[in-house]
């Protein structure tokens, strides 16, 4: 039994490290039995509690990656351990094919609080954006002669799913294990003439992220995105809007779609909504409301755990101030980090709310990252010439001025790099 199982108090630090270090007492290392999904750096980490997280050794890190963005409230906030601990001694998982209350209330809170008809409850975004493509098309089945063809735009990044990895860039994958799955094509972003001259009878949606977070956080325009929903209302088609990245309050409203002032006919929602744990949401208005029974779900679809979690986010980000608070801290750190890349000479900075993309001046976004984790700073780089910013939602402003200093460090350090390898010095 896991020393852990029956303890209803946090673990201290020192117990978790014990634990750790008793689980390696073996000949074979741990990470060797793991399927080699993703590089990752050494850390073992072992807790977390709001911007921070310490490994194994007790070494601490600030973390302005959170998950990607999914640790929306940071690491275990109480509100969130609250609700898992007390749903979890009362019911786990009653099955798809029964209702649980809290499936029921979450499902009615996210649905008025985004004026959207109906929703349905899955693990992750990429299953989300799958599921967006099946209801795109069964909508086609039934409202367009049976248009099934999706436009999606260049550099988009929709989940690793074969309907949304055929909706993605080429690109952004190394495998797309061929063959992909037909009926997809992709035009530029951020532009409408491109857009409009690719729609055929054949086409059922337009699908495309408001910001694009993988191609180094590149929002659409205002123009461009209200000109998107205009010709989907004019020649009869749906609009998806993938908000996984940019929904929950990351950019400072609920919805991104919000600030553009567009509606669209089908949402996508992940990352956030779970506040760590795997939640995530198709949402869809109006006649895109056309699932039958049985022709979507899955064993864990919006079972009560994982329900308790999007309530106590969803509920969080609702109250109070929360969202002003993420709007007033955005500013803060675009702010910080325009001037520390002007005091680096770096390039454009992008984004809005709490989630931002720092273009920088070569492709070493990697060595940066590295050089980071050095100081103690988590970051991450979709692409090799960016650093990406999603800290907690909650994250306060001592917090961003330490990772501005732990940052100009590590450029400090890279930039030390780079003059000792072109001196031939070994660093």
Known sequence: ?????????????????????????????????????????????VRGQGSRVWDAQGQAYLDFSQGGGSNCLGHS?????????????????????????????????????????????????????????????????????????????????????????????PGVFDNRFEP?????????????????????????AIMLEPIQNAAGVIPASGHYL????????????????DEVQTGMGRCGTLLVEQQYGVRADIITLGKGLGGGVPLAALLARGRACCFAPAEIGGSHHGNALMCSAGLAVLDTLLGGHFLAHVRESGQYLQDGLTRLAQRHDQGELRGT???????????????????????GLLLDAPKADCLRFTPALNVSKSDIDEMLLRLGHAFSRVRTAQVHCRKGIAV
């Open 1 to 45: 039994m896991n020393l852990f199982s029956l303890r209803r108090t946090p673990p201290s630090l020192d117990d978790l490290t014990a634990e750790y270090r008793q689980s390696t007492r073996h000949d074979s290392v741990p990470h060797d039995y793991l399927m080699p999904a993703i590089e990752r750096p050494a850390p073992v980490f």
């Open 77 to 169: 906030p109480g509100v969130l351990a609250r609700a898992l601990s007390d749903q979890a001694y009362g019911l786990l998982n009653a099955g798809v094919g029964f209702h649980n209350q809290g499936q029921l209330n979450l499902a009615q809170r996210l649905c008025e609080t985004t004026a959207c008809d109906q929703v349905h409850f899955f693990n992750s975004g990429s299953e989300a954006c799958d599921g967006a493509i099946k209801l795109a098309r069964k909508w086609g089945q039934l409202y367009r002669g049976g248009a099934c063809r999706i436009i999606s735009v260049s550099n988009a990044c929709h989940g690793s799913g074969f309907g949304a990895m055929a909706a993605s860039t």
């Open 180 to 204: 992909q799955l037909p009926g997809f094509s992709q035009v530029p972003f951020n532009d409408l003439a491109a857009l409009h001259a690719a729609v055929d009878a054949k086409t059922v």
């Open 226 to 241: 209200k000109g998107v929903e205009r010709l989907c209302r004019e020649l009869g088609i749906l609009l998806i809007l």
């Open 353 to 375: 709310g709490l989630l931002w993309g720092l273009t920088l001046g070569d492709e070493w976004a990697d060595a940066l990252v590295k050089a980071a984790r050095q100081e």
